[in-house]
């Protein structure tokens, strides 16, 4: 029942390579992100899937809200949501050989809840503190109540990693992967490619699996940001899978008999511009309702992705307890957004832009580059803005500036973002300060706001990671949801889809609760 399916055109048919004679050979795969750095339990960025091969995780997340054993082969969690127990496998070992236990668990969990690794992740955030309490069980008392841990420790994000290496080699973690995974860490050539060889010891899969070793004798990453350069890769055959599509030529690829693709949407928050609110105008209402109101998002997606993606709300309608009475609550309207803005104080000027007390009405927002149609969406949202008499300047940026400015309201008043989950937990990742934070209220990674808070919202986000009934988590979310359209912090655009392409020969890629590709069960036939 785990979500690693054999889908659409890359099934396989569910036959068992060996058995069909095929299998063995290096499987390329061009991606869009190369990761900063290896170390998952620092980096939460772009480069996830590319670290999996060598991961594995405590538990399989079946995507609909349950999950399934893996390096653990059961566990117990409290009423209250902060403690979790978990009863591992006794047959595992590391890539450098040592065992896996309880206390090599336990030194990741102390490795990200030490505030001098500068860990980013939800995990982190929570103050996880492990406790061994035999060689194979081990106990984490987090420091606040979270319902959805299990998601957050199912992500690559949450591989473990060796203990020896953790302890004795920490530096060598931004670099070179020692894992329990189907792969192992072979070598990375910066700027070019991230290779993995298999593992032959291999017999941990969770169940859903095949038994056994990958069929893939490697798999080599390739890095290949322009959309067209990874489009090409795949028709020239130097790659044999393409990590995202670009709208503009899957259609391409669907009418060729050459090639086979795979597209589904993501769960979670799908791509949406945020309203940074302590800065003006964003501190009042009606301007934040005016930009709200004053998108035609239908027009807006139909064209930045040709018409390949939905319009989306507060949560993508694939999340697990997605709320559908919730859908098409916004609406747009330009005459109410010019008579809000005229509201506020905010009147057309002789040049066409809106003016008040001597100062313009520009904003300003950075592209999002591993986003989808991000530039190309940012444009759109300019144009009619403009239309409104606010003027929308998109600037490119390097990362460094981007993710300085972007703590900063008053350099980045309009921040674009998304995150991916398999539950409905992703909306508190999302807006609450102490995670991702995206409203910059007071007590989040920013040094420079100390004063915004919405109390409220936290109160309503706390009671969604405390609550363990999914009913009423169902409820809680949707009153959340509600609470974002009226307050208009946020403006929901598209939901994100993940769109591979590969080559014919490829057979039984599978995909993880968030889209992330598995290779382990994949394999090569013969042309």
Same mark, same amino acid.
Not at 78 to 84: E, L, Q, V
Not at 111 to 132: E, I, R
Not at 181 to 185: A, D, H, L, M, Y
Not at 500 to 527: H, N, Q
């Given at each position: ?15 068992? $390579? ?19 750095? *290896? ?27 349950t ?18 127990v ?20 336990k ?44 998601t957050?420790?199912?992500a690559?994000y ?17 670099t070179?992967?020692?894992?329990t ?5 072979d ?6 490619s ?12 969770p ?15 390739v ?8 489009? %090409? ?8 899978v ?36 302590r ?43 997605? %709320?559908?009475e ?14 809000? *803005? ?18 313009? *009405? ?12 991000n ?16 003027? *929308?300047?998109?600037? $490119? ?7 300085l ?42 040094q ?7 109390d409220?919202?936290n ?9 363990t ?6 409820q ?9 359209i ?42």
């Open positions: 029942r785990g979500r690693l399916r054999a889908r659409g055109l890359l099934a396989g048919g569910g036959g068992d $390579a060996d058995a069909l004679g095929d299998g063995g050979g290096q499987l390329v795969v061009a991606i869009r992100a190369e990761p900063a750095q *290896l170390n998952p339990l620092v980096d939460q960025g772009s480069g996830a899937h590319s670290v999996r091969p060598a991961l594995d995780s405590l538990v399989w997340d079946n995507g609909d809200g999950h399934a054993p893996w390096l653990a082969s059961s566990w117990e969690v409290s009423d209250d949501a902060t403690t979790y978990f009863h591992l496998r006794k047959d595992v070992h590391f890539h450098d050989g040592t065992p896996f236990n309880a206390a090599a668990v030194a990741n969990f102390d490795y990200v809840n030490n505030p001098a690794n500068k860990s980013t992740g939800s995990t982190a955030k929570l103050k996880p503190v492990a406790t061994v309490i035999d060689e194979y069980t081990v106990s984490v008392k987090l420091g606040t109540p979270e319902s959805s841990f299990l957050l420790i199912a690559p949450f591989g473990i990693l060796s203990q020896q290496q953790i302890e004795q080699d920490p530096k060598s973690l931004a070179k992967l020692i894992g995974g189907p792969f192992k860490f070598s990375w050539v910066k700027g070019q991230l290779t993995y060889v298999r593992n032959d010891d291999y017999q941990w899969a169940a859903q699996f095949h038994a056994g070793a990958a069929y893939l004798d490697s798999v080599k990453y890095f290949l940001p322009e959309d067209q350069t990874r489009y %090409n890769a795949l028709t020239t055959k130097e790659a044999h393409v990590d995202y599509i670009a709208p503009e030529y899957a259609k391409s690829v669907k009418q060729s008999a050459d090639y086979q693709n795979e597209e589904f949407l993501l769960p979670g928050v799908g791509y949406s511009l945020h309203f940074n609110t800065r003006a105008p964003f501190d009042k209402l009606e301007v934040r309702q005016a930009l709200l109101h004053g998108l035609n998002r239908e027009e807006i997606v139909a064209s930045a992705t040709f018409g390949a993606y939905p319009v989306q709300e507060y949560l993508a309608s694939t999340t697990p307890d997605f %709320n559908k919730l859908k098409n609550k916004i609406s747009y309207d330009a005459d109410k957004a010019n008579r809000l *803005l005229d509201e506020a104080g905010w009147t057309l000027g002789a040049n066409g832009l809106r003016q008040k007390d001597g100062q313009e *009405l520009v904003l300003t927002a950075y592209e999002s580059l591993p986003q989808p149609q530039k190309e969406t940012l444009q759109l949202v300019a144009q009619q803005w403009g239309k409104l008499g606010v003027k *929308l300047n998109v600037l $490119a940026g390097d990362a460094g500036s981007k993710t400015d972007s703590l900063d309201p008053a350099k980045t008043p309009v921040a674009p973002g998304m995150v991916g989950r398999a539950d409905p937990d992703v909306i508190k990742s999302n807006y609450y300060p102490t995670n991702r934070n995206v409203l910059l209220q007071k007590g989040g990674v920013s420079k706001v100390n004063s915004f808070v919405d409220k919202l109160g309503l986000l706390d009671a969604i990671a405390a609550e009934d999914a009913a009423k988590r169902l809680l979310t949707g009153d959340v949801q509600r609470y974002l009226a307050q208009a912090y946020v403006i929901p655009i598209f939901e994100e889809p993940q769109a591979f392409a590969g080559a014919t020969t490829v057979k039984d890629v599978g995909f993880e609760a968030v889209g992330r590709p598995s290779f382990y069960a994949t394999w090569l036939a013969k042309p």
